[in-house]
């Protein structure tokens, strides 16, 4: 199975702060790398498909990039909507798909 | 509108069974492959099963493989998690999702609200 590591397990940034996240696979995944927001008491929501690709209706504040083991997640300028969990997720070697642990994001 | 709505999470003790729903909405559901993913509450996420559109192959997680079945009523626009032998390791919120394919795999373009399974004695 494919491991994915997202760090930080978490982290605390200020309002209009450019934040980053990061997922490594633990073998090449070419671009097959989804990123998805999870707020409080609901369920995930796709933000990025296929490493970079925004998904409709998410804001262009959200950036991804990467390829191959090494891929981030960028926040241009955190907003209080932001506060959530994400996760990253592979669809290169399955089953299983696999997901990193995630990176809980807090507002300072 | 595109819409999953899980039902049948309850609390069963140790070793029993439990069936799981999703009906969807929105979309033509018999072209989209489904797939559940379940939460341990304030923990990650864990893949759990996939059927094809047609419901003619499915894979299962390790953990859960030989316990589970997943099945669809293309009819009904209902996928179904059957779950027996449960054990406290399959507690966990359960979600249904959408897959949607591209050219770079596929993604998880709209999930369920989830349901709560409780396994306790």
């Known amino acids: 199975d494919i491991q994915m590591t997202q760090s930080p397990s978490s982290l605390s940034a200020s309002l209009g702060d450019r934040v980053t996240i990061t997922c490594r696979a633990s073998?090449?995944?070419?671009?097959?790398l989804n990123w998805y927001q999870q707020r409080p008491g609901k369920a995930p929501r796709l933000l990025i498909f296929?490493?970079?690709r925004l998904h409709n209706g998410v804001p262009s504040r959200f950036s991804g990039s990467g390829s191959g083991t090494h891929f981030t997640l960028t926040i241009s300028s955190l907003q209080p909507d932001d506060l959530a969990t994400y996760f990253c997720?592979?669809?290169?070697?399955?089953?299983?798909?696999?997901f990193g642990q995630g990176t809980k994001l807090e507002i300072k | 509108e595109v819409q999953l709505v899980e039902s049948g999470g309850d609390s069963v003790q140790p070793g029993g069974s439990l069936k799981l729903s999703c009906v969807v909405s929105?979309?033509?559901?018999?072209?989209?492959?489904m797939h559940w993913v379940r939460q341990i509450p304030g923990k990650g996420l864990e893949w759990v099963s996939r059927?094809?559109?047609?419901?003619?192959?499915?894979t299962y997680a390790d953990s859960v493989k030989g316990r589970f079945s997943i099945s669809r009523d293309n009819a009904k626009n209902t996928v179904f998690l059957q779950m027996h032998s449960l054990t406290a390791e399959d507690a966990g919120v359960y979600y249904c999702?959408?897959?949607?394919?591209?050219?770079?795999?596929?993604?998880?373009?709209?999930w369920g609200q989830g349901t709560l399974v409780t396994v306790s004695s």
């Open positions: 999702a959408r897959a949607q394919y591209d050219s770079s795999g596929y993604f998880f373009d709209y």
């Open positions: 929105g979309f033509n559901f018999d072209n989209f492959w």
């Open positions: 059927i094809k559109n047609d419901g003619s192959y499915t």
């Open positions: 073998q090449n995944i070419d671009n097959y």
């Open positions: 296929a490493a970079s």
């Open positions: 997720h592979q669809s290169y070697s399955v089953p299983p798909d696999t």
